[in-house]
């Protein structure tokens, strides 16, 4: 892990930039801490940290100054600067062209958009968390929120570092990752926008179902897809309080 560059935002929160190999990606740490903080890894949609960077400091710096928690996201395989990847294009082309044609939105498509997304991620995120949990600074648990919720399901069920999540449902999940979601077992809280225009509600709940956790709240509120209400990002930290602490 290399650091390209610090500044002091908000309330104190360091904010580093650093490179994982050719993955960029942005840690936020607390201005004090008693001892090492425990870790959330943020994740986002394939949009580019330059463009996410808002939403995920804004979360980062709540995080770190209400709660002393570390926080820290990566740039996705094919976004932001990384390079571009051409299987990728093409299955966001197929879905862009069924869904203008008014087209069902078969799982094939759906896979063939996540999956190999999720398979290249999961490691990298894996990877990261080596690099981060080495910093004398962070010292677990660890968390996960947000992002592609394939990723995360991916996560909860590989990486046994992760002792709860946060999932946002509000992208496309394969066939295949309802089975995954049995395997979950970490506690979980779930944001659910019932009029989400970009989101099956049928399959999100049937995906909540699906998890194995004893422990799963969801939360669904009106509104779309950016409509999520700002008091729940203190509904989710919160939880990680309850489960990182």
């Known amino acids: 892990m290399h650091f390209t560059s610090e500044q002091r935002l908000d309330e104190g929160v360091r904010e580093r930039r650093f490179t994982l190999g050719e993955i960029p990606g942005i840690l936020w740490t607390p201005a004090s801490a008693s001892g090492p903080a425990p870790l959330i890894l943020i994740g986002h949609p394939p949009l580019g940290l330059r463009t996410m960077y808002p939403r995920l400091a804004g979360r980062a710096r709540h995080y770190a100054a209400q ?3 570390a926080a820290a996201t990566i740039e996705l395989p094919g976004s932001g600067d990384r390079p571009r990847w051409p299987a990728a294009e ?3 082309a197929d879905l862009r062209r069924a869904m203008e044609a008014g087209e069902p939105v078969g799982d094939e498509i759906v896979a063939a958009l996540v999956l190999p997304l999720v398979d290249r991620a999961v490691p990298e995120w894996q990877s990261a968390l080596d690099a981060l949990l080495a910093l004398p600074e962070i010292g677990g648990p ?3 929120e947000g992002g592609v919720i ?3 399901v991916r996560l909860a069920v590989v990486e046994p570092r992760i002792a709860a999540a946060g999932f946002f449902a509000g992208s496309l999940v394969p066939a295949a990752v309802f089975e995954e979601a049995r395997q979950v077992t970490i506690p979980l809280h779930v944001l659910l926008q019932w009029d989400d225009e970009r989101n099956d509600r049928q399959a999100s709940l049937d995906l909540f179902d699906a998890f194995g956790s004893r422990e799963k709240t969801l939360h669904a509120n009106l509104g779309g897809h950016t409509g999520v209400p700002r008091f729940e990002l ?3 930290a919160r ?4 489960h990182l602490r």
């Open 67 to 69: 709660y002393g928690f």
């Open 90 to 92: 093409q299955a966001r």
């Open 142 to 144: 660890v968390g996960y």
């Open 150 to 152: 394939s990723i995360g």
């Open 234 to 236: 203190e509904t989710g």
């Open 239 to 242: 939880f990680f309080a309850r």
